[in-house]
């Protein structure tokens, strides 16, 4: 099945750094592509969704300056944590869309744990 | 009210037993997932489906629409089935988000 990365799988940065979070399709092109925070014991919360080569759409409560997203390319998108406080520490989860062939499916990547200290 | 209800939330079961998960959803939707969810955190997509059932070695999904219910059954359970277990709607439309039940985590004892 199709295959998504992200990197790093954990990360420990400090408060006020930034920390980048990267996601690639390695098999497929990625229309569009989702981020998501999970914390602990919950469900999976959605961020904001991009589309190739446009703005990203946060939800709401989703602060567009601190979470900065990037899908500069159809394999890859980053999320940027900037100025990461230890409230954002989490599990950050993205997603790719495979829409070729006008057959939809999501496809997972492992997660990326950020704890900031 | 979440949108989406698993249940149960844990469940515990001896290697073999048969298990069953249950989701309920109260908005229409154009697309199920059922997703498993390992101690490490990374996620794996099991199911994506409309309608009927679909079977993948030892799971079986099933849905059905009119009811707004969906089934994750696994036959033989083996601990290493132990995870947790994640339901997600589609709603329809153009919108591709997807909507999540609060999983439920499963453990199989050898």
């Known amino acids: 099945g199709a295959v998504v990365s992200q990197h790093p799988s954990w990360v420990i940065c400090k408060s006020g750094t930034s920390v980048k979070i990267e996601c690639r399709s390695l098999?497929?092109?990625?229309?569009?592509m989702f981020w998501y925070r999970q914390f602990p014991k919950q469900s999976l919360m959605l961020m904001a969704t991009?589309?190739?080569?446009?703005?990203?759409?946060?939800e709401q409560g989703v602060e567009k300056d601190k979470f900065l997203i990037n899908h500069a390319s159809l394999t890859l998108s980053t999320l940027t944590v900037t100025s990461a406080h230890p409230e954002d520490s989490s599990f950050y989860i993205c997603s790719a869309r495979d829409g070729t062939g006008g057959v939809y499916e999501q496809y997972f990547g492992p997660g990326t744990r950020l704890t900031v200290t | 009210k979440n949108e989406v209800e698993q249940s149960p939330q844990n469940l515990t079961a001896q290697e073999g037993e048969f298990i069953t998960i249950n989701c309920s959803y109260s908005?229409?939707?154009?697309?199920l997932h059922w997703l498993q969810q390992h101690p490490g955190g990374g996620i794996v997509s099991l199911f994506m489906l409309s309608s009927g059932k679909k079977k993948h070695g030892r799971l079986i999904a099933t849905i059905n629409i009119q009811e707004k219910h969906s089934s994750l059954h696994i036959t033989a359970s083996h601990p290493r089935d132990s995870a947790v277990y994640i339901c997600a709607v589609k709603s329809g439309g153009s919108n591709y988000k997807l909507t999540f039940g609060k999983g439920t985590l499963l453990t199989v004892n050898p």
């Open positions: 908005v229409g939707i154009s697309a």
């Open positions: 098999d497929f092109q990625a229309t569009t």
């Open positions: 991009s589309n190739e080569g446009s703005k990203a759409t946060y």
